[in-house]
């Protein structure tokens, strides 16, 4: 069997609150764990996209309209939906395990995320 949702990888949220948007897997757990003995998955995602950017916009009109809002959840293998692309940016050493049971730990880390995920977004 081959293991294509590896981390990285962009997929499409299918289910819930957050279906439609993309997101990208920072730990993925095929076995299961015992709390969710399915294989399910950490993803970030984007919530709020940025909006489109043209030459005449001045630079705090550019800066308003690139920001980005963040999700962090733990999703079913069954509720993504894979895509050809990948992820280049360093979101696991910002989101781990141990943040989902911490609302507070939840909130720092999708701050961080945010701005990991923004700065990602300038390079493009």
Known sequence: KTKFLKQGKVVIVLHGRYAGRKAVIVKNFDAGANKRRFGHCLVVGIDRYPRKIVKSMGPK???????????????????????????????????NQDVINNPTARTKARTKSKKVLEERFATL
């Open 61 to 95: 009109k550019v800066a308003k309209r690139s920001k980005i809002k963040p999700f962090i959840r733990v999703l079913n293998y069954n509720h993504v939906m894979p895509t050809r692309y990948a992820l280049d940016a360093e979101l696991k050493g910002v989101v």
